[in-house]
């Protein structure tokens, strides 16, 4: 790339990232096309380096988290959108130049919605809830299956893990008759695997409380009812400190927990909730709602009693749980953004006034 092209390039450039070779378009100040190159993983940071301060738009996607980072170390302003809101600057036939082309259309948008590069520790707070999240739905599946080789036999047991693990022993413990001996051995194999499991979701269980213990943000998301250590270090995990999104409704928009919207000659049209976005946050969030719905005593003190009774007397109890879960991402994200403790309206109303 000769110096005279270099110099040509105004500062927009996209990227079009993969797993050894990046395709790269870059832009002069007319929008025209003055550099079209295909570079090698390990030519990259080195040929950025030489470059003057650039525009750089790129997908959210494996590794380009990882790549942004080291782009704005070179001085560049590294961007990354959805790969969703790119799509539509695509232009023809797809291939790889045409997709690093129509990044660099995307970036230069002023409406853009960008995605907040992480940090290295939270793509490893990150892969810590990914790595148990996928435990927990193989321990899942070997009770379903445990469950399901018992019905085959005539054994039902009643819903709940701790309760086909408490009957394990004596169901195990049954004549030949009842249960054979090579289904015995079976089941006994499926329930070392749960056990192994348990082992391995309660270590990483152990491992995320104590980072949540030790971040400041954390502690503050663990001050909201209903969130403990799990949600906290999710969520910050996500979204950092917020700074993403300018209000509590974006962010719960982003989760999924409002309603899809599809309106128009000036009529607005709300349907069922959108369910888009992030849907283990989203799914975290709506536990700690029933969570908190279980527990009627608890309302008062965390200052949602009149909320909750009054969103009862008009809403179904799934509706309920779900506009609850609105409540509390709202509440989180302002307390982890704004960085304060979660104050409910009743410490409040009975805190000292300032004379």
């Known amino acids: 790339m000769s110096s005279r092209r270099n110099g040509a390039i105004a500062g927009v450039i ?19 096309i003055v550099l079209r190159q295909k570079w090698s993983r390990g030519q990259v940071e080195a040929r950025f380096a030489n470059l003057p301060r650039c525009l750089i738009g790129m997908e959210a996607c494996v590794g380009a988290h990882h790549l942004s980072r080291k782009l704005q170390a070179l001085g560049h302003d590294a961007r990354l959108m959805p ?12 291939n790889d130049f045409r997709d690093a082309e129509a990044i660099a259309e995307a970036v230069q948008r ?49 819903q709940g893990q ?22 015995v051995r079976v089941i006994e194999g499926l329930a070392s695997d749960w056990r192994r499991l348990d082992d391995r979701v ?25 969130i403990g250590p799990i949600i906290s270090t999710a ?22 927990l409002v309603p899809k919207q599809i309106s128009t000659g000036d009529r607005t049209i709300l349907g069922k909730v959108s369910k888009r976005g992030n849907r283990y946050l989203r799914v975290l969030f709506v536990q700690a709602a029933w969570v908190i719905l279980i527990k009627p005593k608890s309302w008062e003190r965390h200052g949602l009693k009149s909320w909750i009774q009054a969103a009862k007397k008009r809403l ?40």
């Open 235 to 256: 969520m910050v995990a996500a979204i950092g400190n917020g700074d993403a999104f300018a209000k509590g409704r974006d962010f719960a928009a982003w989760l999924g």
């Open 83 to 94: 790969a969703k809101y790119v799509r539509p600057y695509s232009k023809g036939q797809k």
């Open 110 to 158: 002023p409406t853009m919605k960008f995605v907040a590069t992480k940090t290295a520790d939270q793509l490893d707070l990150q892969a810590l809830h990914r790595v148990r999240e996928r435990l927990v739905s193989q321990r899942t599946c070997i009770i379903n299956q445990i469950r399901a080789f018992l019905l085959e036999r005539g054994i039902a047991v009643r």
């Open 316 to 355: 179904h109890h799934n509706v309920l749980a779900i506009a609850l879960a609105n409540k509390l991402a709202r509440i989180a994200w302002a307390v982890l953004h704004k960085g304060r403790d979660f104050e409910s309206a009743k410490t409040n109303a009975t805190s000292p006034q300032p004379a």
């Open 14 to 32: 996209g990227i079009d990232i993969g797993k050894n070779s990046f395709h790269i378009i870059g832009q002069d100040r007319r929008g025209a």
């Open 162 to 183: 701790r309760f086909l693990r408490a009957r394990l022993p004596d169901i195990l413990a049954m004549p030949p008759d009842v249960l054979s001996t090579r289904m």
């Open 202 to 226: 309660e270590a990483l269980s152990g491992e995320i409380e104590a980072l949540a213990r030790r971040d400041a943000g954390c502690e503050r998301l663990m001050s909201v009812p209903g």
